[in-house]
């Protein structure tokens, strides 16, 4: 049985929640493997929008398992703060359709405090971040002071990992001039939310594979984007997690052979939010325009995307890097009405000629795209459901881009409601 894992294939915000829902139709269990509540994930269903943050995209369909795995970063009072919004537009969340990893770690208070201060002490060279709290509980997880969910059943190991976690946050905190973490308060929060978070706890890694050997589905759901990727991405302007298709497996205990098919979520043009380099940036009409026609802003922050011209090369490179066996392409229709549209085809840096992005950050600053310009089309695209639908310069414009990228269009999405998707392959398809 293949299980397929979905990828963006730039810096997020690809379309990937829509997505997932249409593929989590097809699957049994829906997982995340990394990210916390950065990820903003909108789904339209029948015309009701669904906002998502930590949650699985699949949770809104009856009868899937929704799982939160361990290379998630978990701040338990916003996932119950999702599940009452949800419970509020009649999603029924229980165990029965929800399972949190034992090994999980948290996200705590003193992680967005961390996040807040660093942001603030960094000034103009801040990475943007969300102010979730995502990089400082990361690095308590690999830094071997993280309290993980399995730690709150029992007081007494709550009790020596809280002792480690704020002999290392109290001193930080000083630093940078916050006060010390109220000890009482934080265990006493924590035992507070403990049974209820609990109550979702599994060895995610044994039920993922038990299901895998009964034949059951399982759809892989990513978050935030390759370009974002703790190593792979445009460092230190990331996330600090794994965005890449790997993660899939270290983040929820399932082998990589369990893998089928991994699948890239590609916007037809390019946008990025928060600080960094961007190749393809447009500060002019065209840029405006993208975001306009687009409604690029955060779903999280709020905050207005950048936006910028299709970035072949980048995409080429994350989908190597992620082995994407087919993308989903989205927004097409946001380019309707274009007289010229223009897509990256390589780099120029100090007159030397690039087919990929280099790593060092003094490059990646004077990096000049080269652009290849096609012709674009008038006749709106927004809901097409076959390629017949689609005009011909459309068309062009979408096999050039797998072309240039190396990888096959498996899905065609054109506009947020879920039916209005051409596919091409099933991802999963044996
Ligand atoms: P953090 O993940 O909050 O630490 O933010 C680090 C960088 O990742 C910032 O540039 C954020 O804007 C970006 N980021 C985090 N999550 C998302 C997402 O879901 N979509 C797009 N950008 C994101």
Not at 7 to 21: H, L, S, Y
Not at 85 to 96: M, T, W
Not at 102 to 126: C, M, T, V, Y
Not at 405 to 419: F, G, H, N
Request: glycine fraction near 10%; proline fraction near 5%.
């Amino acid at each position: 049985m293949a299980n397929v894992v979905v990828v963006g294939a730039q810096w997020g915000d690809e379309g990937k929640g829509k997505i997932v829902d249409w593929l989590s139709e097809r699957a049994d269990v829906i997982a995340r493997f990394q990210g916390g509540h950065n990820a903003g994930h909108t789904l339209v269903i029948d015309g009701e929008v669904f906002k998502l943050s930590l949650l699985p995209s699949g949770i809104v369909r009856k009868g899937k398992m929704a799982v939160i795995g361990n290379g998630v970063v978990l701040d338990p009072w916003a996932l119950f703060t999702e599940i009452d919004k949800l419970a509020a537009q009649g999603v029924a969340i229980s165990p029965e359709n929800l399972m949190i990893a034992e090994n999980a770690p948290l996200i705590l208070p003193l992680h967005q405090d961390l996040d807040r201060l660093r942001e603030e002490a960094a000034g103009a060279s801040k990475i943007g971040t969300t102010g979730r709290g995502i990089g400082p509980a990361y690095e308590d997880k690999v830094g071997r002071r993280a309290i993980r969910v399995a730690d709150l059943g029992d007081e007494e190991t709550l009790d020596a990992r809280l002792d480690r976690l704020l002999a290392h946050h109290d001193p930080l905190r000083k630093g940078l001039g916050a006060e010390p973490i109220d000890r009482a308060e934080l265990r006493a929060k924590l035992l507070e939310i403990a049974p209820k978070l609990l109550a979702y706890a599994q060895p995610v890694w044994k039920v993922l594979n038990d299901d895998r050997r009964a034949g059951k589905r399982i759809l892989f759901e990513g978050a935030q984007g390759s370009l974002l990727d703790i190593d792979f991405g445009t460092y230190p302007y990331v996330t600090s997690s794994t965005t890449m298709s790997g993660m899939a497996s270290t983040g929820t205990g399932l082998g990589p052979s369990s893998i089928g098919f991994v699948l890239g979520i590609v916007k037809a043009y390019t946008t990025r939010v928060g600080s960094g380099p961007f190749p393809t940036e447009l500060d002019d009409a065209d840029g405006q325009r993208l975001g306009e026609r687009g409604h690029e802003f955060g779903t999280v922050t709020g905050r207005k995307r950048r936006c910028g011209w299709f970035d072949a090369v980048l995409v080429r490179q994350t989908c190597a890097i992620s082995g994407v066996n087919g993308i989903a392409l989205t927004k097409l229709d946001v380019l309707d009405g274009f007289d010229t549209l223009k897509i990256c085809v390589g780099y120029e840096i100090d007159g030397k000629k690039y087919d990929h992005l280099p790593t060092a950050a003094a490059l990646q600053a004077k990096v000049t795209p080269i652009y290849e310009e096609m012709e674009g089309w008038h006749e709106s695209t927004q809901g097409a459901r076959s390629w017949a639908q689609l005009p011909a310069a459309a068309i062009k414009y979408v096999r050039r881009i797998e072309e240039l990228i190396q990888c096959p269009v498996a899905l065609l999405s054109t506009s947020p409601e879920r039916d209005d998707t051409i596919l091409v392959t099933d991802p999963f398809a044996d």
